[in-house]
């Protein structure tokens, strides 16, 4: 067996430089914006429409299935608010 260097060299790590290393970080924080604007659209209009679901909830009294009915609302609504936040409807 002989002792080649390996093809791959010990260096694994490719150096940009600082302005490349910058576009690339701003290429994918935009991709990723409009790839999540759809999610943060539909979860701010959720966090607005989902408390109105509350209202017959609310006034018939709870039962045993509209507990956990409800909880799942609640859940729900605040998955909404956290997916919804900041969009801007510009």
Do not use: C, K
């Amino acid at each position: 067996m002989s002792n080649a260097p390996s093809p791959l060299g010990n260096e694994r790590t490719i150096r940009l430089p600082d302005d490349t290393r910058s576009e690339l970080r701003n290429g994918v924080t935009s991709t990723l914006g409009r790839l999540g604007a759809p999610f943060q659209f539909a979860g701010f209009w959720s966090a607005v429409v989902l408390p109105l679901t509350y209202l017959p909830i609310l006034t018939g009294g709870f039962t045993a299935g509209e507990r956990s009915t409800f909880a799942v609302l609640l859940a729900l609504h605040a998955l909404a608010l956290v997916a919804g936040h900041g969009y801007r409807g510009d």
